[in-house]
């Protein structure tokens, strides 16, 4: 018998635009992985397909999942279930976001199944940390702050978000 | 030419309109925009072609091509103009006028102020004057130096949980 370690599983998954582009610009916190991303515009699939796989790795999966804002009751309902289903298939290791809704659904479910979570706030929210961020922080391994000024526990037991650097 | 952009999700009418005034006084400049969809009772400009969205990879073409970005304060504007070495023009939206959800584009917009190429127009009387100081802003170089990546000591963070995943068992390993 032969023990062979596989590649630790990642899901990378953010809404499109500006939370994807902060997502991408950490990809090589997870070189070496075994890495899906997902994401809210379908559009984003050609620019996985196109990136270069290390020898002996698999190339990285794609998925879309259905946009929604915080007042779309019924497209929340979808997104969330498109969620479960990308986690189902994929059964990460651990999973990473910038955001927002879905980044929010996606660390929940994780954590169920006790998966390791990091949760990086936008680099927009300079002047406070993101409702869904704050909501989340509870189940995030990681909670992450682009802005120092932001570090300080929520309320007066919380946890508090760590500041590590910027995407920039 | 000069690429407005509002983003993928809501319209951003003040801007959208700032910029069509501006193109009917200076018509010796092509501008091109993607400005969202306008619905019934939204502003659809007169004085330049614009889309309601366009794909990803086309965007990226669209940037490479103009000398100047005017956009919402949107993150993903931003980072996208800084690689591509453009200069940009950036206006807040405000959930005052229903803009958005909340005001983060503001302080975007304050934060990002002293940034090289980034000029900020706080409001739409500033846009004119914003939008020639980019243009007579120098072709940048300074997309050589910025980075693909995010800083160093936040992917190492990042590495660090990812990894500890690993060791915690979620690497399985597999018999063979």
């Known amino acids: 018998m032969m023990l062979v370690q596989r590649p630790i599983r990642v899901l990378a998954l953010a809404s499109s635009g500006g939370h994807w582009i902060q997502l991408r610009r950490l990809r090589p916190a997870w070189l070496g992985c075994d890495v899906a991303y997902a994401t809210s515009n379908a559009g984003y699939r050609s620019e996985i397909e196109e990136e270069e796989v290390a020898p002996g790795l698999p190339a990285p999966r794609f998925y879309s999942f259905p946009d929604a804002s915080r007042w779309q009751k019924a497209r929340l309902i979808l997104q969330l279930l498109s969620v479960i289903r990308i986690l189902l298939l994929e059964r990460p290791d651990v999973v990473i976001t910038t955001g927002a809704s879905a980044g929010y659904f996606a660390l929940r479910i994780a954590k169920l199944f006790g998966r390791r979570t990091v949760w990086l706030d936008s680099i927009a929210n300079s002047a406070e940390l993101s409702l869904s961020g704050q909501r989340v922080a509870r189940y995030a391994d990681l909670w992450l702050t682009q802005w120092d000024h932001l570090v300080a526990p929520l309320g007066k037991a919380g946890p508090a978000p760590s500041f590590r650097g910027q995407v920039l | ?176």
């Open chain 2, 1 to 176: 030419m000069i690429f407005l952009t509002v983003g993928t999700q809501l319209p951003f009418d003040r801007l959208a309109r700032a910029v069509d005034n501006w193109c009917a006084e200076r018509p010796d400049h092509e501008v091109i925009g993607q400005i969202g969809e306008p619905g019934r009772n939204g502003y659809r400009p007169t004085h330049f072609e614009w889309w309601p969205f366009v794909e990803p990879s086309e965007f990226v073409r669209r940037l490479d091509q103009s000398s100047v970005i005017v956009a919402h304060a949107g993150m993903g504007s931003i980072i996208s103009a800084m690689l591509h070495a453009k200069p940009i023009v950036i206006m807040p939206r405000r959930d005052e006028f229903g803009e958005h959800r909340n005001n983060h584009q503001y302080a975007t917009a304050k934060s990002f102020s002293e940034r090289p190429l980034v000029h900020v127009a706080m409001t739409e009387t500033d846009l004119p004057s914003r939008i020639e100081a980019a243009l007579r802003s120098p072709a940048a170089s300074a997309g050589d130096d910025f980075s693909r990546f995010a800083e160093t000591s936040l992917i190492d963070a990042i590495r660090t949980t990812i990894v500890s995943a690993g060791r915690q068992g979620g690497s399985r390993s597999a018999r063979q």
